[in-house]
């Protein structure tokens, strides 16, 4: 008895295929805006707020 709908065949592979390249580059999107919009931005303010402390620091130590 024949089927009346085709085979599917490779559907599958373009879908993972597509999954696949969407969550990379969505991965890596948010990624480099994590870092460069939140990380290091904290990081500079974390080592600013503590070089201040130290400069104050050693003037009063002087």
Known sequence: M?????????????ALVLDLSTAFGLGTTFGYLWWYGFHLPRVRARDHHYAKLEQ???LNRA
């Open 56 to 58: 104050e620091r050693a």
């Open 2 to 14: 024949a089927s009346a709908l085709p085979p599917i065949t490779g559907m599958l592979r373009r």
